[in-house]
């Protein structure tokens, strides 16, 4: 009733400064208003470079340098570089490869601390770890235990006695990209495991109940009741972990930067090492923009279903 | 039987695949831990049970902090992710309030893009900002991470903050304005004090997501003085092809500390912003 009230025109008001005060107190005065500066801030340091580097993907443009508009030129190159479909390739092992070590590793945990025990609540802070500490720290450390001469995790396999010498683990391509989805996973599925248990816990137990007195042994469990309520949060989980390991750069940067031989360059390691490394700004901005058809489905497929009420 | 049954399932059920986990994910911390504490002559001698410390020592702790410009570093991580956290609430709040609470034409559209942004990864953006970055002169300067930082943190401080802004019930807000208050009273009498739990959600978690930023800092933060600890790690500690490993993970741990006593006292919080996007009623 009083915002109703608030909304008369302000027409033949007794003065300026008295009907500033009611104009900015209109809802979408306020609001807009309210958001002006957070708006602009993200639309200069956003949405301008998010357009300015497709604008560059389509430039020929050595950094430091005045660019030449080349139309779909960059492209071009990377469609005919073999190396390009290589990332492409490798891209895609990694993110499907980890994704899916930690949805499963990510829903045995979630599982596993769903039930009753002691110091729970430590013990979940404590598997938290491996997500909260920045990941180029924890990867120096793992880059020292995959080290060619001193490796701890080969030191450990000949010791138990399940290898004469120990492989070089980043010297390999096929155990380099093994080692990068191994420890991306390492990283990623506290955080599966961690959003999954807060989805378990917002199952009602009677429905457990119910299902048991129909005689639903512990599978059948999982399987109907657990799965399916489930789904919405782990959906969620999968399309948000897909982004980020399908972009992902700080892993493989310090572990490998890519090598041996491109075998674990992502597109974003790849874009890096032409733009930054080679100084090809716009074919480096073309590789990045290959991401973005992949990228962008997902994002406005995962940012429509979060909205849903 | 009964007794022996349910002992044995739960070791297979809980106890096996719990330790398990607890050793995949600390073994790497007590990894660095050892590592740090050893003397060289230990580190790099194949013949010594390396999994304990037979001579341990603070050496490279020592030698990290008079040698390096570590301490810079981690003084220049705080400040960062300080800033960029305080800058990313305030943002975050002057987007979420209007988004969660009022009606305005265009509001949709709004929150549309606020978690679309949330969901853009840096690797798209990084190329186009270094140019812009080195357009503004802001290269080699704290300025430059600062100000691109909360790109990512004000969306999802935003997201995160308006589930919260939602939760209060809209009658407290109709009394204050029955009672003369204005829409920016309200705000901040009424409403903002009954959403401390998100501020410190958001603020936890957008200060670990800042200490953890690295393409941006190596790409804008060339020069020792300016670097944050992940990049300075990677650029100075290891010298061409020489790694010292006892400083790289003394370094790796003290890096890592800041963010890990911040989260020790708000576990619970960080735990809600992280699992607040995906698991709602």
Same mark, same amino acid.
């Given at each position: 009733?009083?915002?109703?009230?608030?909304?008369?025109?302000?027409?033949?008001?007794?003065?300026?400064?008295?009907?500033?005060?009611?104009?900015?107190?209109?809802?979408?005065?306020?609001?807009?208003?309210?958001?002006?500066?957070?708006?602009?801030?993200?639309?200069?340091?956003?949405?301008?470079?998010?357009?300015?580097?497709?604008?560059?993907?389509?430039?020929?443009?050595?950094?430091?340098?005045?660019?030449?508009?080349?139309?779909?030129?960059?492209?071009?190159?990377?469609?005919?570089?073999?190396?390009?479909?290589?990332?492409?390739?490798? !891209? *895609?092992?990694?993110?499907? %490869?980890?994704? =899916?070590?930690?949805? $499963?590793?990510?829903?045995? /945990?979630?599982? +596993?601390?769903?039930?009753?025990?002691?110091?729970?609540?430590?013990?979940?802070?404590?598997?938290?770890?491996?997500?909260?500490?920045?990941?180029?720290?924890?990867?120096?450390?793992?880059?020292?235990?995959?080290?060619?001469?001193?490796?701890?995790?080969?030191?450990?396999?000949?010791?138990?006695?399940?290898?004469?010498?120990?492989?070089?683990?980043?010297?390999?391509?096929?155990?380099?990209?093994?080692?990068?989805?191994?420890?991306?996973?390492?990283?990623?599925?506290?955080?599966?495991?961690?959003?999954?248990?807060?989805?378990?816990?917002?199952?009602?137990?009677?429905?457990?109940?119910?299902? !048991? *007195?129909?005689?639903?042994? %512990?599978?059948? =469990?999982?399987?109907? $009741?657990?799965?399916?309520? /489930?789904?919405? +949060?782990?959906?969620?989980?999968?399309?948000?972990?897909?982004?980020?390991?399908?972009?992902?750069?700080?892993?493989?940067?310090?572990?490998?930067?890519?090598?041996?031989?491109?075998?674990?360059?992502?597109?974003?390691?790849?874009?890096?090492?032409?733009?930054?490394?080679?100084?090809?700004?716009?074919?480096?901005?073309?590789?990045?923009?290959?991401?973005?058809?992949?990228?962008?489905?997902?994002?406005?497929?995962?940012?429509?279903?979060?909205?849903?009420? | 039987?009964?007794?022996?049954?349910?002992?044995?399932?739960?070791?297979?059920?809980?106890?096996?695949?719990?330790?398990?986990?607890?050793?995949?994910?600390?073994?790497?911390?007590?990894?660095?831990?050892?590592?740090?504490?050893?003397?060289?002559?230990?580190?790099?001698?194949?013949?010594?049970?390396?999994?304990?410390?037979?001579?341990?020592?603070?050496?490279?702790?020592?030698?990290?902090?008079?040698?390096?410009?570590?301490?810079?570093?981690?003084?220049?991580?705080?400040?960062?992710?300080?800033?960029?956290?305080?800058?990313?609430?305030?943002?975050?709040?002057?987007?979420?309030?209007?988004?969660?609470?009022?009606?305005?034409?265009?509001?949709?559209?709004?929150?549309?893009?606020?978690?679309?942004?949330?969901?853009?990864?840096?690797?798209?953006?990084?190329?186009?900002?270094?140019?812009?970055?080195?357009?503004?002169?802001?290269?080699?300067?704290?300025?430059?991470?600062?100000?691109?930082?909360?790109?990512?943190?004000?969306?999802?401080?935003?997201?995160?903050?308006?589930?919260?802004?939602?939760?209060?019930?809209?009658?407290?807000?109709?009394?204050?304005?029955?009672?003369?208050?204005?829409?920016?009273?309200?705000?901040?009498?009424?409403?903002?004090?009954?959403?401390?739990?998100?501020?410190?959600?958001?603020?936890?978690?957008?200060?670990?997501?800042?200490?953890?930023?690295?393409?941006?800092?190596?790409?804008?933060?060339?020069?020792?003085?300016?670097?944050?600890?992940?990049?300075?790690?990677?650029?100075?500690?290891?010298?061409?092809?020489?790694?010292?490993?006892?400083?790289?993970?003394?370094?790796?741990?003290?890096?890592?500390?800041?963010?890990?006593?911040?989260?020790?006292?708000?576990?619970?919080?960080?735990?809600?912003?992280?699992?607040?996007?995906?698991?709602?009623?």
């Amino acid at each position: 009733m009083a915002a109703r009230a608030e909304r008369l025109p302000e027409r033949a008001s007794p003065g300026f400064f008295a009907a500033l005060p009611r104009w900015l107190d209109r809802e979408a005065v306020f609001s807009w208003a309210m958001m002006a500066a957070p708006l602009l801030f993200l639309t200069a340091l956003v949405g301008y470079p998010f357009v300015y580097g497709i604008w560059l993907s389509l430039e020929d443009r050595p950094v430091a340098h005045a660019g030449v508009f080349v139309g779909f030129g960059n492209f071009i190159d990377d469609a005919e570089d073999p190396v390009f479909w290589q990332v492409a390739r490798n !891209t *895609i092992i990694y993110t499907t %490869s980890a994704t =899916l070590l930690k949805m $499963v590793g990510g829903l045995g /945990l979630a599982l +596993v601390m769903n039930q009753h025990f002691p110091l729970k609540n430590l013990v979940r802070a404590v598997l938290l770890l491996p997500f909260i500490v920045p990941t180029v720290l924890s990867t120096i450390a793992w880059m020292w235990m995959l080290d060619p001469s001193f490796s701890i995790v080969n030191w450990l396999l000949i010791y138990f006695g399940l290898a004469k010498t120990g492989p070089s683990w980043l010297g390999n391509a096929d155990l380099a990209m093994a080692s990068i989805i191994v420890i991306n996973t390492w990283r990623g599925l506290p955080f599966y495991a961690i959003t999954l248990l807060a989805g378990l816990q917002t199952i009602p137990a009677d429905l457990y109940e119910a299902a !048991t *007195i129909d005689g639903a042994g %512990s599978l059948a =469990l999982f399987r109907f $009741v657990t799965l399916p309520l /489930l789904k919405p +949060v782990l959906l969620i989980v999968t399309i948000f972990s897909i982004i980020f390991t399908f972009s992902d750069f700080q892993l493989v940067y310090v572990l490998t930067a890519g090598g041996p031989a491109n075998a674990t360059h992502l597109f974003a390691t790849y874009a890096f090492s032409i733009a930054m490394n080679g100084g090809e700004l716009g074919r480096g901005a073309s590789v990045a923009l290959a991401m973005l058809p992949f990228l962008g489905l997902l994002i406005v497929a995962l940012t429509l279903y979060m909205r849903k009420p | 039987m009964g007794a022996t049954g349910s002992l044995t399932r739960r070791m297979f059920q809980l106890w096996l695949p719990l330790g398990f986990f607890l050793l995949l994910a600390l073994f790497p911390f007590y990894w660095m831990a050892v590592t740090s504490l050893k003397p060289n002559a230990e580190l790099y001698n194949r013949h010594i049970m390396p999994l304990i410390v037979h001579h341990p020592t603070l050496r490279h702790y020592v030698d990290l902090l008079t040698e390096t410009s570590f301490l810079r570093w981690m003084w220049n991580t705080t400040v960062v992710a300080v800033v960029s956290t305080a800058i990313s609430l305030v943002f975050g709040v002057m987007l979420a309030y209007p988004l969660a609470r009022m009606r305005f034409p265009g509001a949709g559209l709004i929150a549309f893009a606020v978690a679309a942004t949330y969901l853009v990864p840096q690797p798209l953006l990084f190329i186009p900002m270094a140019d812009i970055i080195n357009r503004l002169g802001l290269g080699n300067t704290l300025t430059s991470v600062i100000l691109t930082y909360p790109t990512m943190l004000v969306p999802f401080c935003a997201w995160l903050l308006m589930g919260y802004f939602k939760s209060i019930p809209r009658e407290l807000e109709e009394a204050a304005r029955i009672d003369g208050a204005s829409r920016l009273q309200t705000m901040f009498k009424v409403v903002l004090p009954l959403c401390a739990p998100g501020f410190i959600s958001a603020g936890i978690f957008a200060f670990t997501l800042a200490q953890n930023e690295f393409l941006y800092a190596l790409i804008f933060l060339t020069e020792t003085d300016v670097r944050t600890v992940p990049v300075g790690a990677i650029a100075e500690l290891i010298r061409g092809d020489v790694f010292y490993w006892g400083q790289l993970m003394a370094a790796a741990l003290l890096g890592s500390i800041p963010v890990a006593i911040v989260y020790s006292f708000f576990v619970e919080h960080y735990v809600a912003g992280l699992t607040a996007g995906s698991v709602k009623a």
